[in-house]
C-alpha cells in the first residue's frame, strides 16, 4: 500500500476507529453534555460538503422530553400494543439526537448532494463518538413522517427527518460485536492503467 508523503501519524488510530466501530444497541447514561456535544458537531461539521451549506440541524432530546417526544410518536400507532413499545423505544438511551435534513435552494448543489453531506456529518459524529468511548446507534425511529411526531420536533414542512441517534455510555461487559470484513473487488471497475484487482 502507498502512502502519501505528508501522511499524519494519526492515519492509522483514524484507520484502526473507522475499522472497529460499530452500532451500540445497549446504552445507559451517562451521555455527552451540551458543550461536549457542540464541539463534537463541531468537528463532524468538517465531513464533506459542497459549498460548507451545512443543509442539517440536530435536536437533542434528553430527560423527560424523550418520553413526551415517545408519545408524541405512539399517536400515530395504529394499535395499543405498538404504542405501548413506541414509547420505551425512546427510552433506550440517555441521549437521542434528532437529525433534520435542511435542504437549501442552491443553483449548483442539489439536494441529493446536500443529502450525501447530511449522511457525511452524521457518519463523522458517529465515529467521533467513539473515539471518545460514547457509544451511538442511527435508527429511523418509529413514525419519523408521523404529523404528530414532526409538530412536536417543528420540523418544517421543507425539512425531513432522518431518525435519530441514540446516545450513551455502553452497557458494561458487552461484548463488541463483530463485522467480517468486506470483499469489495466485485464493487469497483477499474479504468485506464494495468490494475489488476
Known amino acids: 500500500m502507498t502512502t502519501a508523503p505528508a501522511a499524519r501519524t494519526a492515519a492509522g488510530d483514524i484507520e484502526m476507529a ?10 445507559t447514561a451517562p451521555a455527552p453534555g451540551p458543550d461536549e456535544l457542540l464541539d463534537l458537531l463541531s468537528a463532524a461539521a468538517t465531513a464533506p460538503d459542497h459549498g460548507q451549506l451545512r443543509p442539517w440541524r440536530v435536536i437533542a432530546i434528553s430527560g423527560d422530553a424523550r418520553a413526551r417526544l415517545g408519545e408524541a410518536a405512539a399517536e400515530a400507532a395504529p394499535t395499543a400494543d405498538l404504542a405501548e413499545r ?3 423505544k ?9 437529525l433534520v435534513f435542511q435542504p437549501r435552494e442552491h443553483p449548483s448543489i442539489p439536494r441529493w448532494e446536500q443529502l450525501a453531506a447530511t449522511s457525511a456529518m452524521t457518519t463523522t459524529l458517529l465515529l467521533l463518538l467513539d473515539t471518545r ?27 425531513q427527518l432522518l431518525g435519530y441517534l441514540y446516545v450513551g455510555t455502553p452497557v458494561p461487559g458487552e461484548a463488541t460485536r463483530t463485522r467480517a ?17
Do not use: C
Request: avoid cysteine.
Open 18 to 27: 473507522i475499522r472497529t466501530r460499530r452500532s451500540t444497541i445497549r446504552l
Open 86 to 88: 413506541i414509547l420505551g
Open 90 to 98: 425512546h427510552l433506550r438511551a440517555p441521549l437521542m439526537l434528532a
Open 133 to 159: 468511548g460514547w457509544g451511538g446507534v442511527w435508527f429511523g425511529g418509529p413514525y419519523p413522517d408521523a404529523p404528530q411526531v414532526r409538530k412536536h420536533l417543528g420540523v418544517g414542512d421543507n425539512e
Open 181 to 197: 470484513t468486506s470483499d469489495v473487488r466485485s464493487k469497483v471497475t477499474w479504468l485506464g492503467g494495468d490494475a489488476t484487482l
